[in-house]
């Protein structure tokens, strides 16, 4: 409760928008499109510059995710050796073990 979005609309719509006017103000100066044609470009250029945005931090957070795990790997079961399921697991779900303080 509470949360207003507000982060997620500056992210969906504030920032390619204002990617896509950049954009839009170069392009069209560069070819002098008149109005009605720059009008035209921006739905098909917004959608664009909006993909190319999202799915390039998608893949910002993925690579960071895959430096973070080489740097500070998933601890190990001290029974089995094999890798936790998370960093606070208190309990190894290949061999069972169990070390939950009560
Ligand atoms: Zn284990």
Same mark, same amino acid.
């Given at each position: 409760?509470?949360?207003? *979005?507000?982060?997620?609309?500056?992210?969906? #719509?504030? &920032?390619?928008?204002?990617?896509?006017?950049?954009?839009? $103000?170069?392009?069209?100066?560069?070819?002098?499109?008149?109005?009605?044609?720059?009008? &035209?470009?921006?739905?098909?250029?917004?959608?664009? &510059?909006?993909? $190319?945005?999202?799915?390039?931090?998608?893949?910002?957070?993925?690579?960071?995710?895959?430096?973070?795990?080489?740097?500070?790997?998933?601890?190990?079961?001290?029974?089995?050796?094999?890798?936790?399921?998370?960093? *606070? #697991?208190?309990?190894?779900?290949?061999?069972?073990?169990?070390?939950?303080?009560?």
């Amino acid at each position: 409760m509470g949360y207003s *979005h507000l982060s997620t609309f500056i992210y969906i #719509a504030v &920032i390619p928008g204002a990617i896509t006017g950049l954009a839009l $103000g170069y392009i069209g100066d560069r070819f002098e499109l008149t109005s009605l044609q720059r009008l &035209i470009a921006a739905v098909p250029l917004w959608l664009a &510059i909006l993909s $190319g945005w999202v799915f390039g931090m998608a893949g910002l957070a993925y690579l960071f995710g895959v430096a973070l795990a080489l740097i500070y790997p998933m601890p190990r079961c001290a029974c089995c050796g094999q890798p936790l399921l998370c960093r *606070h #697991a208190e309990q190894c779900f290949h061999c069972g073990a169990d070390w939950h303080k009560t």
